[in-house]
């Protein structure tokens, strides 16, 4: 074989590696299972009647544990000047008795 056939293998071949390995990635990918999260029995948006301060927020779908809800109970501002959320805003896991 000459120089010039020989390099011609080499290309063909890498060419080949390469179809082979996108094959090989493709299908993996194809195969993978859809992760699909669980809906929450409760929707919607709850806001509490007399300040209308505290807003409760359920979530559309969770992680399968337990649903959430997103507590919102407005703003304070600390001594430095930054704006945090109030005191136990944040989400919460609820259950049914």
């Not at 699909?36 to 969770?62: H, M, R």
């Amino acid at each position: 074989m000459s120089k010039i056939e020989k390099m011609k293998y080499k290309i063909v071949n890498r060419k080949v590696l390469i179809s082979i390995i996108c094959l090989l990635i493709l299908s993996s990918n194809a195969n993978c299972q859809k992760i699909q999260l669980k809906t929450s029995p409760l929707k919607g948006i709850w806001i509490e009647q007399n300040k209308k301060c505290d807003t409760i927020v359920f979530a559309d779908s969770y992680d399968g544990q337990n649903p959430t809800f997103e507590l919102k109970r407005g703003f304070r501002i600390t001594e430095e000047g930054y704006k945090l959320p109030d005191y136990f805003s944040g989400p919460y896991n609820y259950g049914y008795l």
